[in-house]
């Protein structure tokens, strides 16, 4: 009786929350319509008053008991795990694990089933839906789309793509019967060795907010949830989950939260992950003031907090679904999991035994109050009662994988970034014949490894689409380099199923000189591709990953001096999400495109920028510098000690990519928003709806496509502040917009608005974001370095814009890297 009773709360609920968007289940008693239920505990008719969410919540949290709670606090573990000690999943006495729960989802909530509370499932990740593509004993498949990487994604500057691609992630998370979507990842590009550069968006964080926020509407309008992770500076992955970061809450508030704010603020996400490190000194799913004073009362978030997949345990040096070695016997602290419920996480993730017990053990000592339990209850009760499970969603397993995989290939070519392009050696001529050499020619890598992978049900391989759009390929080297490759990749998956986290970077075969001459006679043009692979659990290393090899600088060097000697030309491709050394070679080759990691579409995609079909119009989100030693971070970037990092300091404050770069007048390779087109664009004198700061300024600019061929072209504001309070970059992006496609000779009105943030530093010492009185200059650039018009405004008074509280401090108190602009 009592079952069916809160069974009828939760559908009465559900009905209420859904009828905001669709007619949802009433329920019919003897053909009478009901939806309601009320304290006496009957249906009411569906006209009468209803309960409130809150109330409906509240009624079902006094039902609840203790264990109950707990439960609910506490995903049901994970395969894989429960054999390590500290890592069991919950004793599932009186809970059924979801038979539903989908093969390869990353988790779930523990359902409680006796008062018909469902689980809700978590699914991996910003390039798409990574679930299994195969179940046992079905002939049925499962396979999602692999969308190019967030790292790509930024690079079309366009936020209304990568809406739509959020709306098809979230179609087929919907669909393969998943509530919440672990995506967007945000973390700041600090450093090019991070590992999972590929799945972040940019060094700015003004870039990471817009696109994170765009991709979490584009899902959440499916009725999938997302999660943005991870919150907040994970910037390395070596020990990322005993590592302490120390920072200034300048560098703090500046770059490593304000893409987090920017998306929270637009996007309302239903969840946010908090990241495995310490920030000066806590763990930030266990810190009271980032969880709570930031998030909750500063900047309004309503969701719900997850810990990252064992997020709290120390001294796990690895683990994603490659590797999971590492783990020592003492790898918990048990008050943690308490603290990270008082701070405000309100879902641990996975979920394990001893979390369990402790949780009990805190409560009933009173070390974890029933309060802090209950609003922590109340969160994760409210995803699910706003899943589309609840809402009776049937998933269908039934995707759309044709047309998303056309959106797939739109987005990766759109991404694309023409970096040189000599004497027009772009776009290819038709039907050319092309020597496709190096082995990332024959190995497109769609995405990056550990939960940012998707089970995409194939890859396009750069010869089936050049080959495809009429292009003719060297069958010799076709031939030698397929067969080299296979066995390198043979290889690999023996070190990858011995779970090593790192895998090597695939090797170039030796291409005899004779060879490579005799293909310069007989083809028209050669294409070299670089490919960079990196993911979870690790970061990269400088010799030969980031730097080329010597067998790669070789094999640039000795092609292109035999198509030169023919006055062929030499195209290089770079198949990699992170930035990589470009100055040693670029001298030597015609065009550089960086194709970034493409999705699953790779191979098509490359070929519609190399064909001209489409027209570049991607454009750097991060600085490519000339050597390794010049990005700010490179001195205090793998931690200490070297051998098991514990502790990384952001000295470099905020200071970080094109900020630096440009404050310092350090010369990188390419510049921060740096791209190539085929054609050619001006900008007209901007107009400014004031020269004077009042509340906001408007402005707006033309922009004409002054070439032969239609391209888009992505304008870019920077400001540069007045001295003031503290010391300020040169310049920052404060706007950008990417217009529509202009046919030769066609213009469009493009506008910006800039607002009292925009203009503010955050001042430690008066814990506020505060605008300096003086003439801020506006440069409309089509890269950091190029700047095509120019303009000014002033702000006659200094703006308090904002005054936060002061916590977060930095616990080591080392100055932060200084300009004294
Ligand atoms: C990753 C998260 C991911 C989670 C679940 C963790 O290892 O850091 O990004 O969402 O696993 O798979």
């Not at 409130?52 to 079902?60: G, H, K, V």
């Not at 003004?206 to 309008?221: E, M």
């Not at 392009?421 to 082995?439: E, Q, R, T, V, W």
Request: charged share 25%; aromatic share 10%.
């Amino acid at each position: 009786m009592k079952k069916r009773f809160v069974l009828c709360a939760l559908i009465g609920f559900c009905a209420f929350n859904l009828s905001k968007a669709q007619t949802y289940p009433q329920i019919l008693v003897n053909n009478q319509k009901f939806s309601d239920w009320n304290r006496d505990g009957k249906l009411q008719p569906y006209e009468d008053t209803r309960l409130s969410d809150y109330e409906r919540i509240d009624d079902l949290i006094s039902r609840l008991s203790v264990e109950d709670k707990i439960h609910l606090l506490l995903g049901t573990g994970m395969v894989g795990f429960e054999m390590l000690k500290g890592f069991e999943a919950i004793d599932p006495k009186g809970v059924t694990i979801p038979s539903y729960l989908i093969p390869g989802s990353a988790g779930s909530t523990t359902p409680i089933d006796k008062l018909g509370i469902p689980a809700v499932i978590f699914t991996d990740g910003p390039a798409g839906v990574r679930i299994s593509a195969t179940r046992k004993g079905e002939s049925n498949t499962y396979y999602a789309t692999g969308f190019p990487v967030g790292a790509l994604i930024s690079t079309t500057w366009d936020v209304e793509l990568a809406e739509e691609i959020g709306k098809a992630i979230g179609d087929e998370a919907l669909k393969y019967g998943s509530d919440i979507q672990l995506a967007p990842a945000l973390n700041i590009m600090r450093n090019p060795l991070c590992g999972r550069n590929y799945e972040y968006f940019s060094e700015d964080p003004l870039i990471a907010g817009k696109f994170a926020s765009a991709i979490t509407q584009g899902i959440q309008k499916n009725g999938v949830g997302v999660s943005l992770k991870h919150f907040a500076a994970n910037n390395s992955e070596n020990n990322r989950m005993d590592l302490n970061v120390h920072l200034s809450q300048r560098a703090l508030r500046e770059i490593y939260l304000r893409g987090f704010e920017i998306a929270v603020k637009e996007s309302n996400p239903a969840t946010i992950m908090s990241s495995y490190n310490k920030i000066n000194g806590t763990y930030t799913s266990a810190s009271y003031d980032l969880l709570t004073t930031i998030l909750r009362h500063e900047w309004g978030f309503k969701g719900t907090v997850i810990t990252d997949w064992f997020g709290g345990y120390a001294d796990v040096s690895a683990i994603s679904d490659t590797s999971h070695d590492g783990i020592s016997k003492d790898s918990y602290e048990e008050k943690i999991f308490a603290q990270q419920i008082h701070s405000g996480n309100n879902l641990l993730m996975p979920g394990t035994q001893i979390q369990f017990e402790t949780l009990k053990k805190y409560i009933d000592s009173k070390r974890l109050s029933i309060e802090d339990v209950n609003n922590s209850v109340r969160k994760v009760l409210e995803i699910i009662f706003k899943s589309p499970r609840v809402a009776g969603y049937v998933p269908y397993n039934n995707p759309d994988l044709k047309s998303h995989g056309l959106l797939s290939r739109k987005a990766a070519s759109e991404g694309m970034i023409l970096l040189k392009n000599d004497n027009g050696a772009l776009p290819l001529n038709k039907g050319s014949k092309i020597a496709l050499f190096g082995s990332g020619s024959y190995n497109i890598i769609a995405g990056g490894t550990g939960s940012g992978n998707v089970n995409k049900a194939y890859v396009i391989s750069l010869p089936k689409g050049l080959e495809e759009n009429g292009f003719q390929i060297d069958k010799n080297l076709d031939k030698t380099y397929t067969s080299f490759v296979k066995e390198e990749l043979r290889k690999t998956e023996e070190l990858r199923k011995k779970l090593l986290a790192i895998l090597p970077i695939l090797t170039q075969p030796t291409i005899k000189e004779r060879v490579i001459e005799n293909s310069a006679k007989e083809n028209d043009i050669a294409v070299i591709t670089i490919g960079r692979e990196a993911g979870e659990s690790g970061d990269r290393k400088i010799k030969d990953d980031f730097d080329l090899s010597e067998k790669e600088q070789n094999l640039i060097s000795e092609v292109s001096n035999a198509f030169h000697k023919l006055n062929k030309k030499v195209v290089v491709i770079v198949n990699s999400g992170s930035a990589i050394e470009t100055s040693s070679w670029k001298g030597k080759v015609d065009a550089i495109l960086w194709a970034s990691l493409p999705g699953q579409e790779g191979g098509y995609a490359i070929t519609d920028v190399l064909s001209g079909t489409v027209n570049p119009s991607g454009k750097l989100t991060q600085t490519l510098p000339v050597k390794y030693s010049d990005v700010s971070s490179s001195s205090n970037f793998d931690g200490v000690p070297a051998e098991k990092p514990t502790d990384v300091s952001y000295r470099e404050g905020i200071y970080v990519g094109y900020r630096y770069f440009n404050t310092f007048n350090v010369t990188p390779s390419y510049e921060f928003g740096y791209g190539l087109s085929y054609t050619k664009f001006d900008y007209s004198e901007p107009v400014l709806s004031s020269s004077q700061f009042n509340q906001k300024l408007v402005i707006s600019l033309k922009v004409k496509n002054t070439g032969s061929v239609a391209g888009k072209e992505v304008v870019q504001l920077y400001l540069s502040a007045p001295r003031g309070g503290v010391d300020k970059p040169a310049k920052e992006l404060k706007g950008f917009v990417k217009t529509k496609l202009l046919n030769p000779g066609e213009t469009q009105v493009v506008f910006f608005e800039l607002q009292p943030k925009d203009l503010a530093s955050f001042n430690p010492l008066a814990s506020a974001w505060i605008a300096d009185a003086g003439v801020y200059k506006i440069e409309f650039s089509s890269s950091v370095l190029n700047s095509k018009q120019t303009s000014s405004f002033t702000l006659p008074n200094k703006l308090i814009v904002e005054k936060v509280n002061n916590v977060l401090n930095n616990d080591l108190n080392f100055q932060d890297l200084k300009s004294n602009r």
